[in-house]
């Protein structure tokens, strides 16, 4: 079978942790920041850690698990 291949656009915007879960920036930053509060646009700078529902597609897509 052959390997499988990176999707290149999850590549950039996923990382490994060393406990092998996946990590991401939030959504929300891009713009109309103005009208967000002090605390949530501190809070959107936080990474988030991607749920285990999401993991194993994730994972098919960065060609983790094959």
Request: hydrophobic share 30%; no cysteine.
């Amino acid at each position: 079978m052959p390997k499988l291949k990176t999707n290149k656009s999850a590549a950039k915007r996923f990382r490994v942790t060393k406990n092998g879960k996946l990590k991401h920036s939030r959504a929300g930053r891009g713009h109309l920041l103005s009208g967000k509060s002090r605390k949530r646009k501190r809070q959107l700078r936080k990474r988030k850690i991607a749920t285990p529902a999401d993991s194993a597609r994730l994972q098919r897509l960065l060609g983790l698990m094959g």
